[in-house]
């Protein structure tokens, strides 16, 4: 389960002084697939970031499974990243020299596990999004949806517990995002994994278990 308790995150504090996130309490079962919607500018992808430990709160509280967020430190953050989170983003943030194998084992060679072990995974969650024939192939030979399963499948290698995804269809075409979205929950499903999915689209928030309004840095009620 997530909880977080009266968050509030502000961006330059002192300075220009932005109000991310503002007094936010929210709890999340395991499990489930959340949906996050909400005007540019309300703070969904600071909410993400500071659930996935990509960023620090100013203050408040976040519990993810038996870790205090607010209470780890620098080293610590990135390790939990590493071990439990699984990012997926808008733009696929696939490198471009690497292959499509060679993408999704990169999670767990920076996690220093052994070529050997990771490759029959990564190939065997390729083989699941149906791009066994693409694994070679690298991200400016692939097309749009295909990359995006590469990055599913990237995000998914290390089994992490919590999938984090903002905008994940918000660069393909209607059809091929239902695709993704359909492809996400399955794997949801098989991996029980929690996810918690940044959208525009009302059609794509569906998918989820529930959906959450951001306003101003608030849940809208
Ligand atoms: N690094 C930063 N420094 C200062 N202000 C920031 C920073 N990142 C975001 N902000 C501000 O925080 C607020 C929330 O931004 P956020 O990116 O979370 O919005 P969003 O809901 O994801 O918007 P969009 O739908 O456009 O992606 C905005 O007013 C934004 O200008
Ligand atoms: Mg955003």
Redesign the pocket.
């Known amino acids: 389960m997530i909880e977080l308790k009266n968050v509030t995150k502000i ?2 504090p002192g300075g ?1 002084e ?1 109000r ?1 996130i503002q007094n936010l309490s929210l709890q999340i079962q395991s499990g489930q697939f959340v949906s996050i919607m ?10 993400l970031h500071l659930i996935g430990a990509l960023d620090r709160l100013t203050s408040g509280e976040i519990f993810i499974q038996n870790q205090e967020l607010h209470k780890l430190n620098d080293n610590e953050l990135s390790l939990f990243r590493r071990r439990h989170v699984g990012f997926i983003f808008q733009s696929f943030n696939l490198l471009p020299t690497l292959t499509a194998l060679e993408n999704v084992t990169l999670p767990l060679l920076l996690d220093g596990k052994s070529l050997s072990s990771i490759i029959p995974k990564a190939e065997a969650l390729l083989e699941k999004v149906r791009l066994n024939t693409r694994k070679n192939h690298r991200p400016d030979e692939l097309s749009g949806g295909e990359m995006q399963r590469v990055a599913i499948c990237r995000a998914l290698v290390h089994d992490p517990t919590l999938i984090l995804a903002d ?1 994940p269809t918000g660069n393909l075409d209607s059809k091929t995002g239902g695709e993704i979205l359909q492809l996400l929950q399955t794997l949801q499903k098989d991996q029980r994994c929690t996810v918690v999915m ?1 959208t ?1 689209d009302e059609r794509a928030a569906r998918y989820g278990d529930r959906i959450i309004q ?1 306003r101003d ?1 608030q849940l809208e009620v």
């Open positions: 961006y330059d220009k932005v991310a909400g005007p540019s500018g309300s703070g969904k992808s600071t909410l905008e940044v525009h951001l840095g």
